[in-house]
Nanobody, 119 residues
Framework: QVQLVESGGGLVQPGGSLRLSCTAS????????MGWIRQAPGKEREMVAE???????KYADSVKGRFTVSRDNARNTVYLQMNNLKPEDTAVYYC?????????????WGLGTQVTVSS
């Protein structure tokens, strides 16, 4: 099993910044993809950003140019730098991890961290 622990959420004003972190532990051998998915109240989960082990990234259109995903493979940690935050970014942000050859249904998940953007 893989355990994922997120940190860094909180309350921020519109236009502000936050940095989320997620560290993997346990059976971490073979993890390729790590990323962030969010869920706002009453909405479906949405992929925000993801990065594979060699550094290729993918972003939701709604966050391109504002969010940056990165990872430190030696620390088994993925980061999400969020700049110019908007009220519509308010959601619970979950970290996910996927091993080589696995399907999305086999992803590991963290418990989530709340991000609230409000004045």
């Amino acid at each position: 099993q893989v355990q994922l622990v997120e940190s860094g959420g909180g309350l921020v004003q519109p236009g502000g910044s936050l940095r989320l972190s997620c560290t993997a532990s346990g059976s971490i051998f073979g993890i390729n993809l790590m990323g962030w998915i969010r869920q706002a109240p009453g909405k479906e989960r949405e992929m925000v950003a993801e990065i594979i082990r060699v550094g290729i990234t993918k972003y939701a259109d709604s966050v391109k140019g504002r969010f940056t995903v990165s990872r430190d493979n030696a620390r088994n940690t993925v980061y999400l730098q969020m700049n110019n935050l908007k009220p519509e970014d308010t959601a619970v942000y979950y970290c996910n991890a996927r091993k080589y050859g696995a399907i999305p249904g086999d992803d590991y998940w963290g418990l989530g961290t709340q991000v609230t953007v409000s004045s």
